[in-house]
Protein backbone atom coordinates (compact mmCIF):
# COMPACT_ATOMS: atom_id res chain seq x y z
CA UNK A 1 0.00 0.00 0.00
CA UNK A 2 1.58 3.17 -1.11
CA UNK A 3 0.56 6.43 0.72
CA UNK A 4 0.82 10.33 -1.54
CA UNK A 5 0.82 12.98 1.33
CA UNK A 6 -0.29 15.20 -0.92
CA UNK A 7 -3.78 13.23 -0.30
CA UNK A 8 -3.64 13.01 3.46
CA UNK A 9 -5.15 15.66 6.19
CA UNK A 10 -2.33 16.55 8.90
CA UNK A 11 -3.69 13.71 11.26
CA UNK A 12 -3.35 10.83 8.37
CA UNK A 13 0.49 12.10 7.73
CA UNK A 14 1.10 12.44 12.01
CA UNK A 15 -0.59 8.64 12.98
CA UNK A 16 1.84 6.97 9.93
CA UNK A 17 5.40 8.69 10.50
CA UNK A 18 4.60 8.04 14.31
CA UNK A 19 3.54 4.50 13.66
CA UNK A 20 6.47 3.69 11.54
CA UNK A 21 9.31 5.61 13.23
CA UNK A 22 9.64 3.42 16.33
CA UNK A 23 10.66 2.94 18.59
CA UNK A 24 11.46 5.91 19.57
CA UNK A 25 13.40 7.10 22.75
CA UNK A 26 11.51 9.78 24.79
CA UNK A 27 13.23 12.80 26.31
CA UNK A 28 11.64 13.67 29.42
CA UNK A 29 12.82 16.93 29.60
CA UNK A 30 13.11 19.28 32.97
CA UNK A 31 13.19 23.24 32.96
CA UNK A 32 13.06 25.62 35.27
CA UNK A 33 10.80 29.04 34.35
CA UNK A 34 11.66 32.49 35.14
CA UNK A 35 9.21 32.36 38.32
CA UNK A 36 10.92 29.20 39.66
CA UNK A 37 7.96 26.64 38.50
CA UNK A 38 9.58 23.20 37.44
CA UNK A 39 8.21 21.77 34.58
CA UNK A 40 8.91 18.14 32.82
CA UNK A 41 7.60 16.87 29.68
CA UNK A 42 7.87 13.80 27.67
CA UNK A 43 8.99 14.53 23.86
CA UNK A 44 9.55 11.33 21.42
CA UNK A 45 11.01 13.04 18.52
CA UNK A 46 14.47 12.62 20.40
CA UNK A 47 17.90 11.64 19.18
CA UNK A 48 21.90 12.62 19.10
CA UNK A 49 22.47 15.12 17.09
CA UNK A 50 26.48 15.26 17.27
CA UNK A 51 29.36 13.67 19.43
CA UNK A 52 31.85 16.47 18.60
CA UNK A 53 30.55 18.68 20.17
CA UNK A 54 27.94 17.01 21.74
CA UNK A 55 24.52 18.00 20.89
CA UNK A 56 21.11 16.38 21.74
CA UNK A 57 18.13 17.29 19.34
CA UNK A 58 14.36 17.14 20.35
CA UNK A 59 11.42 18.47 17.98
CA UNK A 60 8.33 20.21 19.35
CA UNK A 61 5.59 19.03 17.59
CA UNK A 62 3.42 22.50 17.08
CA UNK A 63 0.25 22.55 18.88
CA UNK A 64 -3.42 23.18 17.03
CA UNK A 65 -3.22 26.42 19.38
CA UNK A 66 0.09 27.68 18.02
CA UNK A 67 1.52 27.76 21.30
CA UNK A 68 4.37 27.11 22.30
CA UNK A 69 4.59 23.97 25.23
CA UNK A 70 6.07 24.99 28.25
CA UNK A 71 9.65 23.33 27.87
CA UNK A 72 10.07 25.90 25.16
CA UNK A 73 8.77 28.74 26.48
CA UNK A 74 11.37 27.87 29.57
CA UNK A 75 14.00 27.13 27.56
CA UNK A 76 14.06 30.46 25.48
CA UNK A 77 14.29 32.28 29.24
CA UNK A 78 16.48 30.56 31.26
CA UNK A 79 18.35 28.40 28.47
CA UNK A 80 19.12 25.23 30.85
CA UNK A 81 16.69 21.96 31.18
CA UNK A 82 17.91 18.30 31.64
CA UNK A 83 17.25 15.50 29.24
CA UNK A 84 15.72 12.57 31.97
CA UNK A 85 15.92 8.96 30.07
CA UNK A 86 13.05 7.32 30.87
CA UNK A 87 12.98 3.48 31.68
CA UNK A 88 10.10 1.16 32.39
CA UNK A 89 9.19 2.19 36.47
CA UNK A 90 8.97 5.26 35.36
CA UNK A 91 6.54 5.24 32.70
CA UNK A 92 3.36 5.62 34.09
CA UNK A 93 4.61 9.09 35.81
CA UNK A 94 5.79 10.06 32.38
CA UNK A 95 2.96 9.52 30.99
CA UNK A 96 1.22 12.11 33.52
CA UNK A 97 3.24 14.33 32.60
CA UNK A 98 2.36 14.84 29.54
CA UNK A 99 -1.11 16.54 30.55
CA UNK A 100 -1.61 20.02 30.11
CA UNK A 101 -1.22 22.16 33.40
CA UNK A 102 -1.31 25.95 33.67
CA UNK A 103 1.78 27.74 33.36
CA UNK A 104 2.15 27.94 36.80
CA UNK A 105 1.66 23.93 38.06
CA UNK A 106 4.50 22.01 38.45
CA UNK A 107 4.61 18.25 36.85
CA UNK A 108 7.14 17.15 39.62
CA UNK A 109 4.35 18.09 42.11
CA UNK A 110 1.53 16.57 39.79
CA UNK A 111 2.70 13.63 38.80
CA UNK A 112 4.70 12.90 42.19
CA UNK A 113 7.87 12.79 40.55
CA UNK A 114 11.10 12.54 42.72
CA UNK A 115 13.37 15.23 42.13
CA UNK A 116 17.18 15.83 42.95
CA UNK A 117 19.53 18.89 42.44
CA UNK A 118 21.19 18.94 38.50
CA UNK A 119 25.44 19.47 38.69
CA UNK A 120 25.75 21.83 36.51
CA UNK A 121 22.00 23.37 35.49
CA UNK A 122 19.29 25.18 37.75
CA UNK A 123 16.47 22.75 36.82
CA UNK A 124 15.80 19.74 38.44
CA UNK A 125 15.97 16.35 37.66
CA UNK A 126 14.31 13.12 37.65
CA UNK A 127 15.97 11.36 40.68
CA UNK A 128 15.07 7.76 39.72
CA UNK A 129 16.42 8.18 35.84
CA UNK A 130 18.62 6.31 34.78
CA UNK A 131 20.70 8.27 32.55
CA UNK A 132 20.86 12.62 32.84
CA UNK A 133 21.52 15.01 30.26
CA UNK A 134 22.26 18.37 31.91
CA UNK A 135 21.85 20.96 28.66
CA UNK A 136 22.25 24.63 27.64
CA UNK A 137 20.37 25.71 24.60
CA UNK A 138 22.18 25.55 21.29
CA UNK A 139 19.92 26.67 18.65
CA UNK A 140 16.05 26.68 17.85
CA UNK A 141 15.07 26.27 14.30
CA UNK A 142 11.71 26.33 12.74
CA UNK A 143 10.41 24.27 10.21
CA UNK A 144 6.46 25.02 10.18
CA UNK A 145 3.88 26.99 12.42
CA UNK A 146 1.33 24.85 11.06
CA UNK A 147 -0.64 22.57 13.44
CA UNK A 148 1.83 19.36 12.85
CA UNK A 149 4.30 21.45 12.03
CA UNK A 150 7.89 21.18 14.03
CA UNK A 151 10.46 23.37 15.93
CA UNK A 152 13.87 21.33 16.05
CA UNK A 153 15.85 22.34 19.28
CA UNK A 154 19.05 21.70 19.80
CA UNK A 155 20.91 21.35 22.92
CA UNK A 156 24.73 21.62 24.58
CA UNK A 157 25.34 18.73 27.08
CA UNK A 158 27.52 20.09 29.72
CA UNK A 159 27.36 16.85 31.73
CA UNK A 160 25.87 13.47 31.99
CA UNK A 161 24.45 11.44 34.72
CA UNK A 162 24.81 7.52 34.62
CA UNK A 163 23.63 5.70 37.54
CA UNK A 164 26.62 3.24 38.60
CA UNK A 165 25.62 -0.02 38.17
CA UNK A 166 24.55 1.23 34.62
CA UNK A 167 28.82 1.92 33.78
CA UNK A 168 30.48 -0.99 33.17
CA UNK A 169 34.26 -0.61 31.37
CA UNK A 170 34.14 2.50 29.91
CA UNK A 171 30.66 1.51 28.09
CA UNK A 172 26.50 1.82 29.00
CA UNK A 173 25.61 -1.45 29.73
CA UNK A 174 22.76 -2.06 26.93
CA UNK A 175 21.24 -4.80 28.72
CA UNK A 176 20.46 -3.04 31.91
CA UNK A 177 19.31 0.39 30.66
CA UNK A 178 15.77 -0.76 30.43
CA UNK A 179 14.76 2.03 28.08
CA UNK A 180 10.78 3.19 27.10
CA UNK A 181 10.68 3.89 23.38
CA UNK A 182 7.72 5.26 22.12
CA UNK A 183 5.34 3.43 19.79
CA UNK A 184 2.35 4.75 17.48
CA UNK A 185 -0.73 6.06 19.29
CA UNK A 186 -0.61 5.03 22.92
CA UNK A 187 1.54 2.33 22.88
CA UNK A 188 5.04 1.90 24.31
CA UNK A 189 7.99 -0.71 24.30
CA UNK A 190 9.10 -1.54 27.18
CA UNK A 191 11.45 -4.88 28.40
CA UNK A 192 12.83 -5.26 24.93
CA UNK A 193 15.16 -7.87 24.32
CA UNK A 194 18.73 -6.56 23.77
CA UNK A 195 20.92 -8.44 21.01
CA UNK A 196 24.21 -7.87 20.13
CA UNK A 197 25.99 -8.03 16.43
CA UNK A 198 29.78 -6.91 15.26
CA UNK A 199 30.02 -4.96 12.78
CA UNK A 200 31.34 -6.54 9.94
Same mark, same amino acid.
Given at each position: ?? &???????????????????????????? /???????? +??????? &?????? +?????????????????????????????????? !??? @????????? #????? &?????? #??????????? +? !????? !??????? &??? /?????? @???????? %???????????????????? %??????? !?????????????? +????????? @?
Amino acid at each position: MI &FDLAELDNQEKYRLLTGGVTPRPIAWIS /TCSKDNID +NLAPYSF &FTVASC +NPPVLLYTQVTQRSGLDKDTLENLRTTGECVVNI !VNS @PLIESMNLT #STNLS &FDESEF #SFANVDSCTSH +N !VTPLS !VKESPIR &FEC /TLREII @PISELPSG %GTLILLDVKSIYVRDDLYKN %GLVDQSL !VDTVGKMGGDHFSI +NGNVIALKR @P
